[in-house]
DNA sequence: CCGAGAATTTGACAGTGTCAAGTTGTCCGG
DNA sequence: CCGGACAACTTGACACTGTCAAATTCTCGG
């Protein structure tokens, strides 16, 4: 039981490490060092568990869309695609690190099949949500591509910092409106 | 006035060798070393004229809102905000380099005056072409965060590769299908 | 023509990711 | 109980990065 090595689950607290880290530094300035440090193990450990830099990225964004599914899940439970909108871009606010690195495929082994698999659930999640708006259509409708980019351009733009304060100030009141009010025209 | 004795306009060169080196490599592995080699000169050159790497950036961020201004207001002078909507995502395809920097916060000098006066340009080109739309309202109308909103995030889920090839294969018309048949209730 | 001042280079420094080799812990078959 | 195999982790090194200070090179106005 030397101290020296670390007898917890190691790769837990790197990637909570990680999460913290770029939770105060931003994704651009991440250290795989920094993150080695914070967990108290040398800063070569988190190759080992990870291989790569962008695969302790990986292993956050996997976690992040395992999260993601889950909220929006629990948000479409009751049936309402306008609640899963909301929970979209309060999942990006509340998330930030995790969604921060998310759709960054150049960070990230895109390879990675544990990933690719969380990936294609929250989507499955999500184009679930928009096919019982739009009838029933198993594929993505135009109507789920437009809804999918709505509220991601909005957390996007929000996460930006591009809104005025009227809108960036209650922005889950903003999103609920929006979503409420548009529609799609048949034809 | 700005003739250098390296040869012609350096600071030009060198945010043209920033933006190669950006379509090449993506903005995480870009090196200022590897620009100012592009650029025939010494790794401490960029430093000079633009104070640091986010100068840098921040100058080519200035140089795409500017271009990106001039697409959306070339697209809005038939009073159709569809094209705009599809300017926007087609300057997101065709300038890669610069959009990927653009709306990154963390990379730039937000307090730079050049990057916002071309960034309020852009915007308020963005704001006239959605007040056109809903009436006249000076400020973001609800309506124009969600075009805003809209158009954005299928740019940047489009880029990052979220979208099926029978999306992702023309871009372009799925846009404008989408930009077309969406509508706005009034309450 | 020359000296001031700007543009650029040179050299150094701490920090980064990644690899190879060494060290330390764990566990299991005898 | 024990020895050795195997995984987890550390140590040390390497090339590369951004940034800064000092030295150099060019330009131009007097």
Redesign the interface.
């Known amino acids: 039981m030397n101290s020296s090595y670390h007898h917890g689950d190691l790769r837990r607290a790197l990637i909570d490490a990680a999460v913290e880290s770029l939770g105060e530094t931003?994704?651009?300035?991440l250290s795989l060092r920094a993150v080695a440090k914070r967990a108290g193990v040398s800063h070569a450990a988190p190759a080992h568990h990870f291989g790569d830099k962008a695969g302790l990225l990986t292993a956050v964004a996997t976690e992040g869309y395992g999260r993601f599914a889950d909220a929006l899940e629990r948000a479409g439970r009751n049936g309402d695609f306008v609640d899963v909108g909301v929970a979209y871009v309060r999942f990006a606010i509340d998330n930030r690190p995790y969604f921060e690195i998310m759709?960054?495929?150049?960070?990230l082994h895109?390879d990675d099949p544990d990933l690719a698999r969380a990936e294609s659930r929250s989507?499955s999640v999500l184009v679930r949500g928009a096919a019982d708006l739009a009838g029933g259509e198993p594929?993505?409708s135009?109507q789920a591509?437009?809804a999918?980019?709505?509220?991601?351009?909005?957390?996007?733009?929000l996460i930006?910092?591009?809104?005025?304060p009227?809108?960036a100030g209650d922005p889950e009141a903003?999103v609920r409106?929006?979503a409420?009010?548009?529609?799609?025209?048949p034809?």
Request: proline share 9%.
């Open positions: 931003g994704p651009s300035a759709f960054r495929p150049e960070l895109e989507r594929s993505l135009p591509v437009a999918w980019s709505m509220v991601h351009g909005f957390a996007e733009l930006g910092g591009n809104f005025p009227e809108v903003t409106k929006i409420t009010r548009i529609r799609f025209d034809e």
